[in-house]
């Protein structure tokens, strides 16, 4: 196969990716997403579950207890406003996942390939980055803080 021949094949196969992300939102919520009020409660629910996270750590050997990704996808879905995404320094997100930079970013980077959050470096300072929470990231965290709302201790037995 040409080169000629290999662009559109990647670019049809980039729009079916996009659609059947589309989909997997659309399906959240059977399209209905969460009141204000609702959303509101569930971001603090997120900081209540990143706290007591911590806390845990706090009294155990925290780096056998460190799980970067879900510390920063609950403070970045916490700290998202209404109607938008917050923006938040990645060394906030990194502190608040209790890791330290260099791995933060790291992990940044991978939720950033799966769409959950946008990274932006600063223009004026490159040393500097910010992220954000993707709608398909506030789509993932609405739901599963929802079913921890509507069943904290489901499935839990002894």
Sequence with gaps: MTNDAVQPLDRIQSIREELDRLARQIADFGGVRPSADKRRALRTLAKGLLWQRTVIASYLDSSDFVDPATNLMLFIYAGATDGQAGTLSAGACCE???????????????????????????????????????????????????AIDDAPTAGISY
Excluded: Y
Excluded at 98 to 124: A, C, F, H, Y
């Design 96 to 146: 608040a996942a209790g890791v330290p930079r260099t791995t933060g970013l790291r992990w940044i980077g991978i939720l950033e390939q799966k769409g959950l959050v946008k990274s932006t470096t600063d223009p004026k300072d490159k040393r500097r980055t910010t992220v954000q929470i993707t709608q398909e990231g506030r789509a993932v965290m609405d739901r599963c803080m929802t």
